[in-house]
């Protein structure tokens, strides 16, 4: 399960606090010193954890918290608000054209869960009475079209494809008009990952963007990748201006450390969680319930 590790800590520390009608300030910081240690072991990324904690001293010291009634229970909301913070605060909302069809860019590594992501959320759009059209983008992955051609027949999504010998800029250009043409009010491109971030990656999906000038870059990541899906993050975030993160395989082991990071180091919000490989297992991203979740 998602962030046994760090929630099992966070409760080792707040149940030493939630006991106490008295916090000195030694306790703040003791208790300081081991939400750090929790985080770091997280794998959250070591500037975000510095500036975490500092914030949640400096209001955790205040006389009025100190004085309260229940100042163990006052500094666990504390670190609650501040992990929503942390996390972008609210939903971040995904973007919507003024004029349909509103088109959104998929890009990541391969083995993200790009292909799976697309499909998901097509799935997603479709629930909430859209009329989505999926693109076959990725031409070099083996099997990455007929993988998004299954999805699309499981969920009744049309799939757009040229096969692998058409240049993925003319597809997307193409499926636009299509998309257009059939009255579809979002259009989702699945493009190209490659094992790492590469230049013609990169060239590639700045073509595609700029031929169809996307409303919403989801990048996705693995969160099972900890600070590495933040590092790719950024990369990305540098090159293409993303507007917004999806992270995948929040249903496995990790720590934690990307969901926490993520929108910190790069200040993209992360605006979908990915959670089984099932069609349907993909939601909008909660900071809050996320928080919550988290301190368990
Ligand atoms: P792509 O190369 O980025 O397009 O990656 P795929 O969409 O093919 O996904 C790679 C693998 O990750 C597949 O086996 C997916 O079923 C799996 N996967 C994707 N998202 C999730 C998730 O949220 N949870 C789990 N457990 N597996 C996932």
Do not use: W
């Amino acid at each position: 399960m998602a962030f046994e590790g760090l929630t099992g800590r966070l409760q080792n520390v707040f149940s030493k606090l939630r006991g106490k009608g008295k916090v000195s300030e030694e306790d703040v910081n003791e208790a300081m010193r081991e939400v750090r240690l929790a985080l770091l072991e997280a794998d959250v990324n070591f500037k975000v954890v510095k500036d975490f904690v500092a914030k949640v001293k400096e209001k955790a010291v205040g006389k009025e918290v100190m004085e309260s009634f229940t100042p163990g229970m006052v500094i666990i909301d504390i670190v609650n608000k501040e992990l929503t913070e942390l996390m972008g605060g609210t939903q971040a909302k995904l973007a919507k054209a003024n004029k349909p069809p509103t088109v959104i860019m998929m890009a990541g590594l391969q083995g993200a869960g790009k292909t799976t992501t697309s499909g998901k959320l097509a799935k997603l759009l479709q629930k909430n009475n859209h009329r989505p059209l999926l693109v076959a983008g990725d031409i070099y992955r083996p099997a990455a079209i007929k993988q998004l051609q299954i999805l699309g027949e499981q969920i009744k999504v049309p799939v757009f494809s040229l096969g692998d010998k058409v240049s993925p800029v003319e597809i997307a250009k193409q499926a636009l008009q299509q998309a257009k043409d059939d009255n579809h009010d979002y259009v989702i491109i699945d493009t190209a990952g490659r094992l790492h971030i590469d230049e013609e990656l990169m060239e590639e999906l700045k073509q595609i963007h700029a031929e169809v000038k996307p409303d919403e870059v989801l990048l996705v990541v693995d969160a099972m990748t900890g600070q590495d899906a933040v590092n790719v993050a950024d990369s990305f975030n540098k090159q293409l201006e993303l507007t917004g993160v999806v992270l995948t395989k929040l249903d496995g082991d990790t720590r934690g450390g990307a969901a926490l990071s993520v929108k910190a180091v790069t200040g993209c919000p992360i605006k979908f969680a990915a959670l089984g490989e099932k069609i349907d297992a993909l939601e909008p991203f909660h900071p809050e319930r996320m928080a919550s979740r988290i301190l368990g």
